[in-house]
C-alpha cells in the first residue's frame, strides 16, 4: 500500500484487536489480512493501513491537525473503515479519535456515535425499539443496585448479560428469581446488566448476517457445541453459512444497521417460535470465517464509492 501521506482511503487498526501483535503491525489475524488484501486490489495506491497508535492529535492555532509519533504531518483521508477492540473501545481514545478525523472531513463507514451505541448494549436496544424493530423485552438500571432492579420484576426465565461484553462472555440463563438473586452479589457491577426475555426456541442457536452499506453480505447460523446458551464461536460454537436462506431476516438485519448507523455491522439475530426473528445485538466490529467470501470486498467496495459519489 501507499504512505500515509498519500492514502485517501484507510484501514485504521487501532489497539486492542485480537492481540497485540495486529495493533502493532505484526502478524495481522486473518480478518485483517482479508481487509489489506482488499483495500490494496479495490483501491490500489489510493489505500493505507494505519495504526491508531502511531496519530497524535492537536489543536494549534484554532485549527485541527493529525501527526505521526515522528511529528510529521498527516493528511486527514477522504475515507476510514476502523477496526475497533468494542470490549476496549474508550471515549478518550478511540472514539476521540474517529471524532478528530469526523471534524476533520473524514467520512467514517462507522461514525463515533454509532460506535458508541453498538458497544453498549442497550443503547442500541434504545434506538432499535424506537425504529420499530423487533428486539427481545428487556429492563436495565443506572446507579441503583442491581438487587433493586430484581425487586421491580424481571422475566422468568430471563437472560442476564452485561451492558458490555463480547464472544458470548458474560452472559447466563437465570431460571428465575431466586436464582438470580442468589448470585447477584457475586457479579462483577462495573457496568449495568441487562435482564432480557429468555427466546427458548433460539436457545444454543442464533443467526448471524454481516451487513455492509445498506446490504446483507453474509449470513450463518451459529450453533453451540454442547447445552451452552451462547453459541458464539469463541464458545466453542460451530457455524454454516447460510447467506441468502433468510430473506426477511436479512432485511431485518439490514434494518438494524441502519438504525444504529453503522456501514458494517454484524447483527445476531434470534429465532422465534412463530418463525419470524428477533434482533438480539448489533455489533460495530464484526469478524467472519473464510467460508464467508465478500465480506472484506464489500468493505473495500464501500470506501470506494465514498471516494467518488459527492458527499
Not at 80 to 88: E, H, I
Not at 285 to 290: G, I, S
Amino acid at each position: 500500500m501507499t504512505s500515509v501521506d498519500e492514502g485517501r482511503a484507510w484501514l485504521l487498526l487501532c489497539p486492542g484487536l485480537s492481540s497485540r501483535a495486529d495493533a502493532a503491525g505484526r502478524n495481522p489475524g486473518p480478518v485483517t489480512s482479508s481487509l489489506i488484501a482488499a483495500f490494496e486490489a479495490e483501491l490500489g495506491h489510493r489505500a493505507v493501513v494505519v495504526h491508531g497508535s502511531r496519530l497524535v492529535l492537536g489543536v494549534e492555532g484554532g485549527r485541527l491537525t493529525l501527526t505521526d509519533t515522528a511529528g510529521r504531518g498527516v493528511p486527514a483521508p477522504a475515507v476510514a473503515y476502523a477496526r475497533l477492540s468494542t470490549t476496549r473501545v474508550s471515549a478518550d481514545r478511540e472514539i476521540t479519535l474517529l471524532r478528530h478525523l469526523a471534524a476533520m472531513g473524514t467520512r467514517l463507514l462507522n461514525p463515533a456515535e454509532a460506535v458508541l451505541a453498538a458497544v453498549n448494549k442497550f443503547w442500541h436496544l434504545q434506538q432499535l425499539a424506537a425504529a420499530g424493530i423487533p428486539v427481545p423485552d428487556t429492563r436495565t438500571h443506572t446507579d441503583a443496585p442491581l438487587e433493586h432492579l430484581l425487586d421491580a420484576g424481571v422475566p422468568e426465565p430471563c437472560v442476564v448479560k452485561a451492558v458490555r461484553g463480547r464472544r458470548g462472555r458474560r452472559v447466563f440463563l437465570a431460571a428465575d428469581d431466586a436464582s438470580l438473586r442468589s448470585v447477584a452479589g457475586s457479579l462483577d457491577d462495573r457496568h449495568p446488566y441487562l435482564l432480557q426475555r429468555y427466546v427458548a426456541h433460539s436457545h444454543g442457536r442464533d443467526l448471524r448476517v454481516v451487513v455492509v452499506d445498506g446490504r446483507a453480505v453474509a449470513a450463518a447460523v451459529r450453533t453451540a457445541g454442547d447445552d451452552r446458551l451462547v453459541s458464539n464461536l469463541a464458545q466453542g460454537g460451530t457455524h454454516a453459512v447460510c447467506t441468502g436462506r433468510h430473506p426477511a431476516a436479512e432485511a431485518l438485519a439490514v434494518a438494524a444497521a441502519d438504525a444504529v448507523g453503522l456501514g458494517v455491522a454484524g447483527v445476531d439475530l434470534l429465532f422465534e417460535a412463530d418463525g419470524s426473528f428477533t434482533v438480539c445485538e448489533v455489533n460495530c466490529n464484526p469478524t467472519w470465517r473464510p467460508d464467508m467470501p465478500g465480506v472484506a470486498e464489500a468493505v473495500a467496495a464501500a470506501c470506494r464509492d465514498r471516494l467518488t459519489e459527492p458527499r
